[in-house]
């Protein structure tokens, strides 16, 4: 019989959701007529709330019971129309409505660059005037990349520029800092100075450093580590955090760049740090044993772990905080806080994909995945326990919706060994048949599975249907979304009813 | 001309790196193919059938002049599509009218 005591130490971590909801917006060519959104979870079972509009002819404005005041919902006004029919090939953040599929819309945080969506399908763009100042446009890149445990993304939003962490309430404002704390006094070697990726990990406490000469092209660099015994998700200061550290410790190196804003830090479980960036066209990744107390030393060549590592795919001309602020170099991870990605789109701003995905227990164990899309893109997401998926928006008219979604092993974290991937297929049949698994480490043996070489193995996705129609019976190309909250674990709205009887 | 590797599940470019190629190659989950120098990777597909490489505009364009012939193409999918939307629209809107037609006729008829 369970004691109160035991009740109460079991109770779930309150920011925990259940698996990852995305949401879908279809519509007729001019959205006058016919507009649907809908929220799915993860098996590609509707959870929204429905909703509904009231013409059947030209709305020279808005509708909808949303009555959300941008494109979306418009006719001829702002920023145009016609989210859901629009192509993203090469344009940019300012060509709107294209903009909206864009692998840059969307990370680990849980809204878009653009908009936010509630788990019933309330959805609201925010406005475009006067964005080029915005939060996401400005200083997204300063976002604290963050390690957390399952089922949890970051409700905490920390910004750190030059030798500065800003708290602020989190979403694409700028309404105001709720505290800033000026960590100077703590840095063992303060020679470069700018902050230009910063990340935290939960269970270890740890929050890793890269600060560089500018923010710009500086090759020099100083990593600084800094472990403490309370965590900085937990405490009411940043302060507390920087008055309780257990160890500080730094190392200095020369790091190729074209832009120090892409830099992306990703602090694994084990110490190991995985350091990835777009250079160019491509993005290069790199771990350094970040641990302290081991007497590492304090350069970069003592620290890192084997070379760094370009990204295996196929690369085309794509763009990066090169172009503008905006275009930051993403982090996400798998619900269950088990492997990582960093990522940018495979073609200019936006289609495709070119990505690291790292275990997050060990980032030494890393491999490339690909998505060579040029047109018809959607952006990437957390997708069921241990996986991502997105990337597709092609008319859905008489034919099934696909993503692409893979996922990985939760328990595969040894780096001398190949990454299981598996991925899904537009046959059921054919993922599910009448033949047995067997769980050799090679690919022969698994089906709709890989297995892909440490470091320099590419796994290309291929599309798998979830055998959703596009929200309109003809010509539709449908829009996936972040949703801004998945659901309370464990609680009535969540959508996952694994792992019974687990908190 | 260099060796390039594509995606046995839809012809799509995957790399032109050796070890990863290779290692797809060995797993059944791509084929290399000799590819022509200059022509960037976007505009390659392999043409499964054959095992031969399909460039996107042909080999005499170059990239700027594949793009424009891209958004022409896409052009002319989005008009397609347009009009088979507008038809599909254009039945409907035609069998309201008639399905009023007929109710008024019955509303008229002194039956209703």
Partial sequence: MATISTLVLSKTDSRKEGLPLYGFMGSSGDQNEHMSFRVFDSGHKVVGTPWGQGTHSTASYRFGICGDGMHAYSHGADFGTDINHSDLTTQGYDSWTPYNKSTYQTDQYPWGQYYTLSRTGYVTWQSYHQYTESLEFQIGWTKLNMVLPEGIRPRRLFCNRRQTIREMNPGNNASGQIQYYNYTSHMPFVTNDYAVSTGYNEKTQTLVMLHSANETTSTAMTITIFKSSVCLNKVKTIKEFFDNLTATEYFTDTWTTDNNKDWVTVVGNNGYVGFGQKYGNTINYGVFNCNTGQSLGITGAARQFSTWQAFQGSTTTSYSTNQNNLYYTKFNHTWDGTWGMIYTPYYYYGVGLNAFCMNLENPRKFISVSVTRTSRGNPYFAWGRTGFHGGWSENTDSISHRTYAWSFDPTDSDHTTTTKVLYGETNAGTLVPASNDTNLAAASSITSGSVVTNATGVFSVPTSRTFLHGGYYSTNYPLMMQVNWWGNYGGGDHSYTGLYGSS | ?112
């Fill in chain 2, 1 to 112: 001309m260099a060796i390039k590797y594509f995606n046995t599940h839809d012809g799509s470019i995957l790399t032109d790196k050796t070890d990863a190629g290779q290692e797809a190659v060995n797993q059944g989950r791509a084929i290399a193919i000799n590819c022509p120098d200059n022509i960037e990777d976007w505009r390659l597909k392999a043409n499964l059938t054959t095992s031969q490489v399909i460039v996107y505009g042909g080999v005499e364009k170059n990239e700027a002049q594949a793009q424009l012939q891209r958004t022409a193409d896409s052009a002319a999918v989005a008009l397609a599509n347009k009009e088979k939307s507008d038809l599909l629209l254009a039945i409907m809107e035609k069998a309201e009218e008639d399905r009023k037609a007929l109710q008024a006729t019955y509303n008229n008829s002194g039956d209703a």
